[in-house]
């Protein structure tokens, strides 16, 4: 009996180790820095310059209404086109609170993370914005070196 409890203490505090990372942590940050120049810098603004140093060349994205796309190259022409060529622009914005920071270890050396939450869309349209839909978001991001790619996509429960 004594065992089992013991493995039962133990297991909790494993999963506490590798849980969530506080908005606090180290790694919260660089997500909400990674986030930023996906979103607010390269979806928003169409600066898409940086892509190529922050999205993995074997990129998987894939979305509830749009399909799959497959590559940094298809990812970049997509974003290019279909976000920042068209004439109604399309602006994204991260729900307060809602993003999570998920750490991967091998080893016990940090090797991914998955930084999972919502966010809202907005349409321009005749000068105003309008409400869009509200979606949750799953990404994989691996450490290729020093710097970390976007390696795995989910974009999911697009709803008004």
């Given at each position: 009996m004594r065992k089992i409890q013991l493995l039962i203490i133990l297991g909790?505090?494993?999963?506490?180790?590798?849980?969530?990372?506080?908005?606090?942590?180290?790694?919260?940050?660089?997500?909400?820095?990674?986030?930023?120049?996906?979103?607010?810098?390269?979806?928003?603004?169409?600066?898409?310059?940086?892509?190529?140093?922050?999205?993995?060349?074997?990129?998987?994205?894939?979305?509830?209404?749009g399909g799959i796309t497959s590559g940094k190259e298809a990812f970049t022409i997509s974003i290019k086109n279909n976000i920042c060529g068209n004439p109604n622009k399309v602006r994204r914005e991260l729900v307060p609170n809602s993003m999570k920071v998920y750490p991967l270890y091998n080893n016990n050396v940090l090797y991914a993370f998955i930084q999972e939450g919502e966010h809202d869309f907005a349409e321009l349209d005749k000068g105003k914005w309008n409400k869009g839909s509200r979606a949750k978001f799953t990404i994989l991001w691996i450490l290729d070196g020093k710097d970390w790619k976007m390696k795995r996509v989910l974009s999911y429960d697009h709803h008004l």
């Open positions: 909790f505090f494993s999963q506490m180790v590798y849980a969530q990372v506080k908005p606090t942590d180290e790694l919260y940050k660089t997500a909400k820095k990674l986030d930023s120049l996906i979103f607010d810098i390269g979806f928003n603004k169409c600066d898409l310059s940086h892509y190529d140093s922050i999205v993995s060349d074997d990129l998987e994205f894939y979305h509830d209404k």
